[in-house]
């Protein structure tokens, strides 16, 4: 598995409902993807839940390596670089993926950690494995993923959320636009 992420900053004055269209457009394009266990079209809105710029992104996890290299080499990602220019690209290998009761997600929420250097990784991917354990049996959750930063020793942790997003605590909220998960049931197979 490898999840990614790539945010496109936009203008201050940009006007969101064109993301919005785009991702009605094109998200259910995404809906039977082979290798993909969900992509989540999301958008931020500057001075909303705490985010102080608009932005569009797209958040993968992909369940075969091979499918996530065929996106980047393919068309469907000649399209992102047409239309916003060829971003940096956030990855991370899944430490765990736990899935809720929720039937959708209208919200995902990111929380970036940095791993302290004594960190016992054994101990650590437990302890994340029991955090989205209990997090996945809360009401309105759809999925949790704690996935490790190579790059950066950072754990970055994603919640989707039935509820429609507000200001976190920690971390960022974004709106789901869409969210394409044609993996999802060899998820709950897997689980």
């Known amino acids: 598995m ?7 900053r936009l203008p201050a004055d940009y006007d969101m409902n064109k993301i919005a269209s785009r991702a009605a457009s094109l998200g259910p394009d995404w809906d039977d993807t082979p290798g993909l266990g969900f992509k989540a079209f999301v958008a931020q809105r500057r001075g909303e839940n705490g985010a102080l710029n608009n932005a569009y992104s797209s958040l ?3 369940l ?7 996106f980047i080499t393919g068309e469907r990602f000649q399209k992102v670089i ?11 290998l899944p430490l765990n993926v736990h899935l809720g009761s929720a039937t959708g997600a209208r919200s995902v929420y990111r929380e970036d950690v940095l791993i302290d250097p004594a960190a016992n990784f054994a101990a650590l991917k437990r302890s994340e494995n029991e955090h989205n354990t209990a997090l996945v049996k809360q009401a309105g959750i ?37 969210l394409a998960k044609p993996g999802i049931p060899a998820l709950f197979a897997a689980a």
Do not use: C, K
Not at 2 to 8: A, E, G, K, S
Not at 82 to 92: C, H, K, L, Q
Not at 143 to 159: C, K, P
């Open 82 to 92: 047409d239309g916003f220019g060829r971003p940096a690209i956030e990855t991370w």
């Open 60 to 62: 993968y996890l992909w």
């Open 142 to 178: 759809y999925a949790a993923v704690t996935a490790i930063d190579l790059a950066n020793w950072r754990l970055s942790r994603f919640r989707l959320s039935a509820e429609a997003a507000t200001t976190p605590e920690h971390g960022s909220a974004y709106d789901i636009l869409h």
């Open 2 to 8: 490898l999840m990614m992420q790539y945010i496109h």
């Open 64 to 70: 075969d390596d091979e499918a996530a290299s065929d």
